[in-house]
T-cell receptor, first 113, second 111 residues
């Protein structure tokens, strides 16, 4: 299993600013994933982050808006840039597992005013 | 990923069994059937998965139709702590393929 922590757990931000969300895993993992969960909705995959390479973004998400870093096998950051109220969501970090189980962090609750 | 269809919501009485259905008529031969659940204010957590045979673990049982076009997650005795959104997800055989979530079924448990 993998234990995932995220910082911050929640934040309230002003429009036009940026927020960087940190994801820490207690073991080395090859791939990490970032998801967004808008209010009352299901989870949507933002991007896949591999250590040492550029993140792969899903349709509708771009690097300029959601830059991702993956400096090592236990850590990743997601930045939400130039925020607007539409970015108010829960952002979740997730890691895969060779046995096909995926683990999720507790999420970062973001409110943009 | 192949699409799954689940009821939007279901309700159960506490300590009774719950059968959560999932239709996946376009499933391919290499797709595993995964179930995750999301408790309130938490990230999703793994429940169970299977390929062809029925599966049991400490959390639940997974019954898979013979043609694999549908499956049922069975909670043997629902508790208030089982109130969550349950997601049925098809995932190709690969530990590195991220899960793609549908809308899931919101299970309410009544005391």
């Amino acid at each position: 299993s993998a234990v995932i922590s995220q910082k911050p757990s929640r934040d309230i931000c002003q429009r036009g600013t940026s927020l960087t969300i940190q994801c820490q895993v207690d073991s080395q993992v090859t791939m990490m994933f970032w998801y967004r969960q808008q209010p009352g909705q299901s989870l949507t995959l933002i991007a896949t982050a591999n250590q040492g390479s550029e993140a792969t973004y899903e349709s509708g998400f771009v690097i300029d808006k959601f830059p991702i870093s993956r400096p090592n096998l236990t850590f990743s950051t997601l930045t939400v840039s130039n925020m607007s109220p539409e970015d108010s969501s829960i952002y979740l970090c997730s890691v895969g597992d060779p046995r096909e189980t995926q683990y999720f962090g507790p999420g970062t609750r973001l409110l943009v005013l | 990923d192949a699409k799954t269809t689940q009821p939007n919501s279901m309700e159960s009485n506490e300590e009774e069994p719950v059968h959560l259905p999932c239709n996946h008529s376009t499933i391919s031969g290499t797709d595993y059937i995964h179930w995750y659940r999301q408790l309130p204010s938490q990230g999703p957590e793994y429940v169970i998965h299977g390929l062809t045979s029925n599966v049991n673990n400490r959390m639940a049982s997974l019954a898979i139709a013979e043609d694999r076009k549908s499956s049922t997650l069975i909670l043997h005795r629902a508790t208030l702590r089982d109130a969550a959104v349950y997601y049925c997800i098809l995932r190709a055989y690969s530990g590195n393929t991220p899960l793609v979530f549908g809308k899931g079924t919101r299970l309410s448990v009544i005391a």
